[in-house]
């Protein structure tokens, strides 16, 4: 019998609205993410994550998990999304 080990979705608080599919763009983009200024991560750490999901990491991004940590990588998906706005975030 053959199974395959799936990683567990990992529940994300966001800043804004993004569908699964951008934010597993995001999740491959902060990897080159350069040294955040402490103004955006002031704005984002006080910002209200009212939009909650879920994500299925690749095994790729478990990794990023495992280096940084959760809080970190969320600081750093939201950072992402609040510096990218106009790209990321579609109105619906």
Not at 4 to 10: D, F, G, Q
Not at 23 to 47: C, R, T, W, Y
Not at 74 to 91: A, C, F, H, T
């Amino acid at each position: 019998m053959i199974t395959s080990k799936r990683p567990k979705a990992i529940p994300v608080q966001l800043i804004a609205r993004v569908d699964s599919r951008t934010l597993k763009f995001i999740l491959h983009n902060i990897k080159d993410m350069g040294p955040l200024p402490p103004e955006v991560i002031a704005v984002v750490m006080e910002s209200k994550k009212t939009f909650n999901t879920q994500i299925s990491p690749a095994e790729q991004d478990l990794k990023l998990f495992k280096k940084y940590g959760k809080k970190t990588t969320m600081l750093m998906i939201n950072s992402y999304i609040y510096l990218n706005k106009d790209e990321v975030v579609r109105e619906s």
